[in-house]
């Protein structure tokens, strides 16, 4: 498979601070890649990079085999999508559709053509004549992609297009976009801090912390398998415990003393070899409630804080005799309707259900 994008040792720096610091990846063509990560973390300055709006301090971009160095940003195969859109609201749809082919002078039937084929994939047939306050936020959104790929670039650059968008309409854009880049086949290139919008419309991941990739992968190896405990707290939800391991056993677990006195069957990462100090992962859908004793689980009391209702997402805020907190997820296939705050009940997960990894200072 050839790749549509190559990135090889990307450094960016500002006087002395480095924004994007030795960053390495390949985007092959046709896929949908998102870079995730927080705020200041260096995700823009490198979507800005292969834009061509920044000048890269050291290292190489490559679109389908062509080094960019040099190129200005009207000359690269690539466009990009700004959160704020940036439409004409004095122009109608067709009219913003069409403004890149205007500018670089393409006839005036053949703008037609491609305007129409364009509005047809993104699923506004007929949407050419409106005015650009009478669309819908989603609409905007399509109608900011669209003027994008009637250019036909080889790269679509998203900067976090949903953040603007209400959180109804963002669920529903994210089933959109995810829907869309597979009917046109571009390759997508999308920006943003929200996991959930990269989990579920992305083929691979990047997650980056202070200007480095802290792991790339699909979005179930970074849930599943998480490589630093960067990943592990950033995407997805965890309970975290710290404490040291006392004993290696055969099977690749470890057991776990934690610092309230508890001890745990657990895995540990690589990073773990020969350290004293180790933090345990734990997811709150790992959590069993009211487990049988027969399953061979890690188990203790808590007592219920509150109940977290949230549909099919209701989750139990619980506390050890100790007063550490814990998130426990609430299942779908058994009814827990006679749990009440204030209640002990008895909790327990698996030892492959954990994952340590090597203390951070």
């Given at each position: 498979?050839?790749?549509?994008?190559?990135?090889?040792?990307?450094?960016k720096r500002f006087g002395d601070f480095t924004a994007v610091d030795d960053v390495t990846f390949d985007v092959p063509d046709g896929s949908f890649f998102s870079i995730l990560g927080p705020s200041g973390c260096g995700k823009t300055t490198l979507l800005r990079m292969i834009a061509g709006f920044e000048t890269q301090t050291s290292g190489?971009?490559?679109?389908?085999?062509?080094d960019m160095l040099g190129v200005p940003p009207n000359q690269r195969p690539v466009n990009l999508v700004f959160q704020h859109l940036a439409l004409f609201p004095m122009m109608d749809v067709a009219e913003n559709v069409a403004f890149g082919l205007k500018r670089r002078g393409v006839a005036g039937a053949e703008i037609r053509k491609k305007t129409e084929a364009i509005?047809?994939?993104?699923?506004?047939?007929?949407?050419?004549?409106?005015?650009?306050?009478?669309?819908?936020?989603?609409?905007?959104?399509?109608?900011?992609?669209?003027?994008?790929?009637?250019?036909?670039?080889?790269?679509?650059?998203?900067?976090?297009?949903?953040?603007?968008?209400?959180?109804?309409?963002?669920?529903?854009?994210?089933?959109?976009?995810?829907?869309?880049?597979?009917?046109?086949?571009?390759?997508?290139?999308?920006?943003?801090h929200d996991q959930s919008e990269a989990l579920v419309m992305s083929d691979r991941v990047a997650v980056m912390n202070k200007g480095r990739f802290e792991q790339v992968g699909t979005p179930q190896e970074l849930y599943g398998q998480p490589e630093t405990p960067f990943v592990a707290q950033f995407v997805g939800d965890n309970n975290r415990w710290s404490g040291s391991i006392s004993k290696t056993l055969e099977n690749g677990e470890v057991v776990l003393s934690t610092d309230e006195g508890y001890s745990f069957r657990t895995l540990a990462h690589s990073s773990c070899a020969g350290c004293s100090r180790v933090d345990l992962f734990l997811r709150p859908e790992a959590m069993r409630i009211e487990p049988r004793e027969s399953e061979g689980l890690n188990t203790f009391d808590v007592t219920v804080k509150s109940i977290l209702f949230?549909?099919?997402n209701s989750r139990l805020l619980t506390v050890t005799k100790e007063?550490?907190?814990?998130?426990?997820?609430?299942?779908?296939?058994?009814?827990?309707?006679?749990?009440?705050?204030?209640d002990d009940i008895r909790v327990g997960w698996h030892p492959e259900s954990g994952i340590c990894f090597r203390a951070e200072d």
């Amino acid at each position: 498979m050839t790749n549509d994008l190559s990135v090889r040792a990307l450094v960016k720096r500002f006087g002395d601070f480095t924004a994007v610091d030795d960053v390495t990846f390949d985007v092959p063509d046709g896929s949908f890649f998102s870079i995730l990560g927080p705020s200041g973390c260096g995700k823009t300055t490198l979507l800005r990079m292969i834009a061509g709006f920044e000048t890269q301090t050291s290292g190489t971009i490559e679109i389908r085999g062509r080094d960019m160095l040099g190129v200005p940003p009207n000359q690269r195969p690539v466009n990009l999508v700004f959160q704020h859109l940036a439409l004409f609201p004095m122009m109608d749809v067709a009219e913003n559709v069409a403004f890149g082919l205007k500018r670089r002078g393409v006839a005036g039937a053949e703008i037609r053509k491609k305007t129409e084929a364009i509005l047809e994939r993104v699923g506004l047939p007929g949407f050419g004549v409106k005015r650009i306050d009478q669309l819908s936020g989603g609409q905007k959104q399509r109608v900011a992609i669209a003027r994008c790929l009637v250019l036909e670039p080889s790269v679509l650059l998203l900067d976090e297009p949903l953040g603007a968008l209400d959180l109804k309409l963002r669920e529903q854009m994210k089933v959109e976009l995810k829907k869309l880049q597979a009917k046109v086949g571009t390759t997508f290139i999308y920006i943003t801090h929200d996991q959930s919008e990269a989990l579920v419309m992305s083929d691979r991941v990047a997650v980056m912390n202070k200007g480095r990739f802290e792991q790339v992968g699909t979005p179930q190896e970074l849930y599943g398998q998480p490589e630093t405990p960067f990943v592990a707290q950033f995407v997805g939800d965890n309970n975290r415990w710290s404490g040291s391991i006392s004993k290696t056993l055969e099977n690749g677990e470890v057991v776990l003393s934690t610092d309230e006195g508890y001890s745990f069957r657990t895995l540990a990462h690589s990073s773990c070899a020969g350290c004293s100090r180790v933090d345990l992962f734990l997811r709150p859908e790992a959590m069993r409630i009211e487990p049988r004793e027969s399953e061979g689980l890690n188990t203790f009391d808590v007592t219920v804080k509150s109940i977290l209702f949230d549909g099919a997402n209701s989750r139990l805020l619980t506390v050890t005799k100790e007063e550490r907190e814990l998130i426990v997820t609430l299942p779908q296939n058994r009814k827990f309707d006679h749990i009440r705050p204030g209640d002990d009940i008895r909790v327990g997960w698996h030892p492959e259900s954990g994952i340590c990894f090597r203390a951070e200072d």
